[in-house]
């Protein structure tokens, strides 16, 4: 079965610095998708960005960059310039090829920006 | 451009209730699912469906019960309400992996905003 596990519960940023989530997950099967949602505190999900398994390169969209490891099976967000509108629940969630593309998510882990 | 609209937002139940938690999407994916979320927890799956006419159990089926008889509404019921059940639900759609609409980034799932259901 699969897993995702977020290790971070809480994280702490200065406004404008870098921040690293981390995220590893657990399948044997050799395709896959890694996806990160952002979950603000008004509750709605908000997709950030995707990873494929075969995908060559690391994914990027606008300040969100994804660290993927295949080997070390992690999936780790890199948020670029903080803001302070980035504080927010982050979930790593994962799809397996051939399903009904439902997702299994992690624990989460809650992202504070500090000015 | 609406995506998927879930209504109540919020509502309070008695133990025993029952209700029907509306989801409605219309981007015309086939795919849509039902997940819970608990406080400080990532979300889980409780149902999802491939189309029309057709659903399946997710990780936590138990005390619910859903329908798909368009391809835009997927209703979740309640039928006896318990106390473990309070929970934020969301419905989610996405196109399904053969669906030449989809396009790039990974076609990720669209969420509703959630219901935030209390039994007391």
């Known amino acids: 079965a699969q897993k995702i596990t977020q290790t971070q519960p809480g994280m702490f940023v200065q406004e404008k610095e870098a921040v690293t989530l981390d995220c590893t997950y657990d399948?044997?099967?050799?395709?896959?998708?890694l996806f990160w949602y952002k979950q603000p505190s008004s509750g709605e999900m908000i997709f950030l960005i995707y990873?494929?398994?075969?995908?060559?390169q690391n994914a990027t969209e606008g300040r969100y960059s994804l660290n993927f490891q295949k080997a070390r099976k992690s999936a780790n967000l890199v948020i670029s310039a903080s803001q302070l509108g980035d504080s927010a629940m982050y979930f790593c969630?994962?799809?397996?090829?051939?399903?009904?593309?439902?997702?299994?998510f992690g624990s989460g882990t809650q992202l504070t920006v500090l000015p | 451009n609406a995506g998927v609209t879930q209504t109540p937002k919020f509502r309070i139940l008695k133990i025993g209730q029952s209700m029907t938690l509306q989801c409605t999407q219309d981007?015309?994916?086939?795919?849509m699912y039902w997940y819970r979320q608990d406080p400080g927890m990532g979300l889980k799956l409780i149902y999802y469906?491939?189309?029309?006419?057709?659903?399946d159990k997710g990780e936590v089926p138990n005390g619910y019960n859903v329908s798909r008889s368009t391809t835009e509404d997927f209703p979740l019921r309640l039928e006896l309400a318990a106390p473990s059940q309070t929970s934020v639900y969301f419905c989610?759609?996405?196109?399904?992996?053969?669906?030449?609409?989809?396009?790039?980034?990974?076609?990720?799932?669209?969420f509703g905003d959630g219901t935030r259901l209390s039994i007391l």
């Open positions: 989610a759609s996405s196109y399904s992996s053969s669906d030449t609409r989809a396009g790039g980034r990974g076609q990720p799932q669209h």
């Open positions: 399948t044997s099967d050799p395709s896959y998708g």
């Open positions: 990873q494929g398994s075969y995908d060559q």
């Open positions: 969630a994962m799809r397996l090829s051939g399903s009904a593309r439902q997702l299994t």
């Open positions: 981007m015309n994916h086939n795919y």
């Open positions: 469906s491939v189309g029309a006419g057709i659903t």
